[in-house]
């Protein structure tokens, strides 16, 4: 790779001039007179371009692997790919500005039918047994639905889609054990943005479902990139058959719907005003479970998480992309998805009597948000504690979910429409601040990485070096400035830092499942509501562990000595993801952000009542000193104990300064000195104690679940084995004998006399004048 | 005027005498030999029948039928000297490269 002072630079004309041209289209005129080519039908473009992309690249790669052009232009798939997300982007951006500019009208969502994908009739019998036609004309369509919720997930997916690949050329195309596969991971990388765009911009349960299973493959793939390691390969069966448990669920769950409903398009569905008034309630609470189990599994919720921490064996954008930002939100889409069933209120045709799914959701929720955390103390690879982060994060967005289905269920409008809304933000911004920390844990990495090939001889591979695990660490704030900075920024999005990113979804989740549980009679809601409280203070803790044992101190390794920023492309999705981490929670939550998301009240509509300076206060003052005092109480509580106790807790344990000499980065530089304050604790006895062990060892989740393997699937699986050695084998083996002996016998016939032939001839002959006599006569 | 039956009825008997000879003998010129028996009772079947049908047609068939087996004849002798070329024998208990 040429290493000019800049090599992004030569690349940015052609990817900014994709990203405006959807722009030149609306400012052109067309958009104004109205013209038949908008937003709405080209966005089944968002989903096909990348779709398309996926076979060039992979013939491409194969045929072209190790051309120079092939590497220095193309980076190896890599442009093809950017380009593609960059269209698909700025595609995602045109059709939100339409959103925004045209409204939906009269509907709940922009709709547009692409065709039918598949039209059939479907026969029955009649009690006399005769088969008649009784429904014609069924058809599965193929479309596009676009509400608040799909297209806030459409923009997350869209953006972190194009980042993240922008960051791959620079994690990716720089590490030689990579050489002459790149194409492969570009290949899989664009079929999963596919996948994902799909799934959010899907108009049915079925199109949702089959781009659902895309993304797991997908998943599996880039999981087992480097295949050659045993562990990555373990880790992508072990990912691959764990969501599969989960698919199972959600296709049983599909099947009861489509009995209930007839259909399962949303418009069908959910535009039913019956929607509760026939359907039998029994059998659609089933239904609801069955989606639910579907997405614990795609989501990584407990017991179905142990397939997240093991899929970071993957490289670092595909754990920053599937396992942080996107795909383990389809789970949290899904459920989302569910609120027209549960909605009784006035505006709602949903069926009462779910409250035990919501229930059944939140605990869910606040049972892994809890043991993902605990988890998170003890881990000393970087990236699963993210991965252990991420799987808490989602549990917060599902306990809310739970909480705001729950609140749907027993007409209380408002607040659950508040719950929603929290949720679905503190999805955009844990998907934001996650993957930009996944990203930053990357630079990390492969900056440890070139550290130890630097220091130690080339092409020595053979020492046991982690360049993943904390322990070499330390110091590194002062080495990878950008890097420290936007991790501290992320982590405090993720903690929850007053103003900045999370604190505003997550407080509110906080808040609502608290004032579900006291003020709306939600008994069964302590539990989580407790659980995602305690969470709160455990997030400070970890996060700022992860931060300490990176950043602060004196360097634990020679390699960490020598780390220093220099790959490109890995720093320009860094600050342009700390900006939106930093600034994207207060802006969105001024501009009323929850209250769009919850019930599709237009974006900005709070800024135009009372002046913006008023606004802002109102959003402050409503966040901090609401005016129900337990609400308050709970509200500074969480922000105690997760902004105080938790982060001071690890920093006792390790902060520490800098080595003489080193300096960080002004904005985070005040944290190293802070970290010395608290005085330091003597953990030696704490981290030897069985408790630490079991947290080691994940609480023995893959023990169990090995046990119950071995005692259950193992000894079926043999006797399926015999079944099929003995029974099925044996019949085809049976055949086979059977068929070479008789055309052993037959092969004697042929002796190769002409005599022979004309005696056969001649029987021949016999028997059809023998056979024609009979006819005739 | 001979009775057409007994044209046919000695045809018949002509036939299975040459049947019986393909299938006894080995060598392949008294083959040949049956074979050209087993056509001339076919032509002797035409001529019956014509007898019977008071038409020349049969006739007609009988002559370029015997055309023909001269002609085949001549292919069969000419092929029977370039088997005997191959093999030293023209015994059809040797010759099974039909099998192959």
């Known amino acids: 790779m040429g290493e000019s002072k800049n090599p992004e630079m030569k690349f940015l004309i052609p990817i900014g001039l994709l990203l405006l041209f959807p722009f030149m289209r609306i400012y052109g005129g067309e958009f104004a007179r109205g013209s038949p080519f908008d937003a709405l039908e080209s966005a089944f473009l968002i989903p096909l371009i990348p779709l398309l992309i996926f076979p060039i690249i992979a013939i491409l790669g194969q045929v072209y692997n190790k051309e120079d052009w092939w590497k220095e232009r193309f980076k190896e798939g890599g442009m093809i790919a950017i380009c593609g997300l960059a269209i698909a982007l700025s595609l995602s951006v045109w059709l939100a500005i339409q959103f925004f500019t045209q409204g939906t009208g009269d509907e709940d969502a922009l709709r547009w039918n692409l065709f039918n994908w598949i039209s059939f009739d479907v026969l029955g019998q009649t009690a006399d047994g005769t088969w008649v036609t009784m429904e014609q004309d069924i058809a599965l369509g193929v479309g596009i639905w676009v509400d608040p919720l799909s297209l806030m997930l459409l923009f997350v997916a869209a953006f ?99 009995d209930l409903y007839g259909s399962l398009d949303y418009a069908v569905i959910f535009g039913d005003p019956s929607i509760g008034g026939t359907v039998d309630a029994g059998m659609l609470k089933w239904a609801m479970l069955m989606l639910f189990i579907g997405a614990v599994g795609k989501s990584a919720q407990f017991p179905l998480h142990v397939w997240l921490p093991d899929a970071m064996e993957g490289p670092t954008p595909v754990s920053a992309l599937i396992h942080a930002a996107t795909m383990v939100n389809a789970g949290l889409y899904l459920v989302a998805r569910m609120v027209p069933f549960f909605d009784v209120t006035a505006h709602g045709s949903g069926v009462e009597g779910l409250g035990d799914v919501a229930i059944i959701i939140a605990w ?202 220099a790959t490109p492309w890995i720093r320009t999705p860094l600050v342009l993801l700390s900006v939106i981490a930093l600034l994207g929670g207060f802006l969105l939550s001024l501009l009323g952000a929850v209250h769009w998301l919850g019930e599709g009240e237009s974006l900005g509509s709070a800024l135009g009542h009372d002046g913006t300076l008023m606004t802002v206060l109102e959003t402050i003052k409503h966040a901090f000193l609401p005016a129900d005092t337990f609400l308050l109480l709970i509200t500074w509580t969480a922000v105690a104990i997760s902004l105080v106790l938790g982060p001071m ?109 004309i005696l056969m001839a001649v029987v021949g002959t016999l028997s059809i004048a023998a056979l024609m006599w009979r006819v005739a006569v | 005027m001979i009775p057409a039956e007994y044209l046919a009825g000695l045809g018949a008997i002509l036939f299975c005498i040459g049947l019986v000879g393909v299938f006894t003998r080995a060598n392949a010129i008294i083959v040949l030999m049956c074979v050209e028996i087993m056509l001339n009772a076919v032509n002797l079947n035409f001529v019956a029948g014509a007898l019977h049908h008071g038409d020349v047609t049969g006739w007609v068939f009988t002559a370029i039928a015997i055309a023909i087996a001269a002609a085949e004849v001549a292919v069969g002798l000419a092929i029977f000297l370039a088997l005997y070329g191959e093999h030293e024998s023209i015994s059809l208990d040797d010759i099974t490269n039909l099998k192959h």
């Open chain 1, 364 to 565: 869910t929720g606040g049972i892994t948000a809890c043991m993902a955390a605990m988890i998170a103390f003890v881990q000393n690879d970087i990236k699963k504690v993210l991965a252990y982060s991420t799987m808490s994060q989602l549990a917060y967005i599902f306990t809310g979910l739970g909480v705001s289905l729950w609140l749907f269920n027993n007409d209380h409008h408002h607040a659950a429409v508040i719950a929603f809304g929290a949720s679905m933000f503190h999805l955009f911004n844990h998907a934001m601040a996650k993957g930009m920390l996944f990203m930053a844990s990357g630079s990390v990495i492969h900056e440890m990485h070139h550290a130890h090939d630097h220091v130690s001889d080339p092409g020595d591979h053979d020492d046991d070096f982690d360049a993943q695990d904390m322990r070499n660490m330390g110091g590194l704030a002062s080495k990878l400035p950008v890097t420290a900075t936007a991790m501290a920024i992320g982590s405090a999005s993720i903690i929850g830092l007053p103003l900045i990113g999370g604190f505003w979804s997550k407080e509110g989740i906080i808040a609502e499942t608290w004032s579900a549980t006291a003020l709306y009679g939600a008994s069964w809601m302590l539990f989580p509501a407790f659980l995602i409280l305690l969470t709160a203070g455990m997030t400070g803790f970890y996060m700022t562990r992860m931060w300490m044992m990176t950043f602060a101190g004196k360097p634990k390794s020679v390699f960490a000595a020598h780390a220093h920023e």
């Open chain 1, 160 to 258: 972190l889609c194009f980042l993240i690949c922008w960051f791959s050329l620079g994690y990716m195309n720089t590490d030689p054990i990579n050489e002459d596969r790149n194409h492969r991971f570009y290949a899989e990388f664009v079929l999963f943005s596919a996948g994902m765009l799909g799934m959010v911009l899907a108009d049915s349960f079925l199109w949702l479902f089959v781009f659902w299973e895309i993304m797991g493959l997908c998943s599996y793939l880039l999981i087992g990139f480097y295949y050659e390691r045993p562990s990555a390969a373990y880790a992508a069966k072990k990912a691959f058959l764990t969501t599969r448990v989960g698919d199972v669920f959600l296709l049983i769950g599909l099947l009861i719907l489509y």
């Open chain 1, 649 to 757: 807790m690890a920093m006792r344990i390790h902060g520490g300064r800098l080595a003489k000499g080193e300096s960080a980065h002004v904005g985070i530089a005040w944290l190293l000195p802070l970290s010395t304050r608290f005085g330091k604790s003597d953990v030696t006895a704490l981290a030897n104690s069985g408790v630490a062990d079991a947290l080691q060892r994940r609480l023995f989740f893959d023990e169990w679940y090995d046990a119950a393997v071995a005692a259950t699937v193992i000894p079926l699986a043999n006797v399926l084995a015999w079944f099929d050695n003995r029974i099925i084998d044996g019949a085809i083996r049976g055949i086979e004998w059977g068929s070479q002996s008789i055309s052993g016998e037959v092969r004697k016939l042929t002796t190769g006399s002409a005599r022979d032939y």
